[in-house]
């Protein structure tokens, strides 16, 4: 079976006849300059520690998260990623009317909403790409609404005022921005500001892909206590472990880091997309704010994603898993320049031999 999300290297490794640590992986969306050598050095040294239970508060980490957003520490309930916590998502909107979802989602969604059984209804991205004033009023405080942003895969990223709509409607509001810290803090839209003020109001963050520490990880939430005293009752208590502690608030102390990645990443994307768009055969379909490209190809690019695992190593996203584009889409992450030139050149001698 294909893989629904990126990053299966397993998968990968195995069509390409070689080991996954071979293989060049534009298929998840992972900061090419993480995990940060910091983290590494805390990891290493915190070894030791994996022999007694994590403390099932994450006290360390909340309080850096605490500091770094400028909210009491009760605001934020730390996850085994943004995953798990979309989990509690689900549970969360099974009583609920109605459950928009925006589409093409990330598939995670619908895991999380078809386990808990709750009524979803899809709302096209090109819909409400500016804004939500046309669907604000069939909202009421009897559904919800989850919206991803940056959005995977497109990149669009909303403004705090276009989603301001939805808060006041009452209903439930879901803001995934796992991938909002790629914006630096002067240019961010993020909602979790808003968090003491909107009670129906949840944001949730992810560490493994700023930090690349997929493998680990590691994720949080932002709402009321009240939410997480009931989200702490439904979950496995020791549900992030210690080593992930740890790195979180390694991570998130290390502003060299989040500096040199914020300097990268919009040049990087620029000099990729134009790269990108100077094949014939594909066109970025959209502008992104992420650290991610979405691009349509005349054709499936099913054959040309075998053919790049086979001939190159090389591992980009299909869009199968996403019904509303399919299978002449594709997804890549932006990577450092020497590796965005191996994949351009191996898109442009696979344009040039088929
Ligand atoms: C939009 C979005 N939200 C959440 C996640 C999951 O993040 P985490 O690794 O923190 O579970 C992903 C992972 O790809 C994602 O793309």
Redesign the pocket.
Known sequence: MPPR??GNLAWAAAIAGCAPPEILDFSA?LNPWGPPASVIAALQAALPTIRDYPDPDCRLLVDALAAVHQLPRQYFLVGN???EL?TWVGRECADRRQVYLITPA?A?YRRALTAFACPTVPIALTQVQTGFGAIAPSLTPADAILI?NPH?PSGHLWLRHQLQPLLETGALVVV?E??MDFLPPAASESLVEAVPQYPNLIVLR?L?KFYSL?GL???YGVSSPQRWQRWRSWRDPWSVNSLAIIAGVTALGDRPFQEQTWTWLPPARQAFAEALNAVPELNVATVSQANFLLIQATDSILPLQTYLLQEHRILIRDCCSFPELGASYFRVAVRRNIENERLLEALQTYYQRF
């Open positions: 999300h990126g969306s990623g943004a995953a979309l990330f995670d991803n995977n995934d796992a991938f992810s493994t997929a990880r590691l994720g």
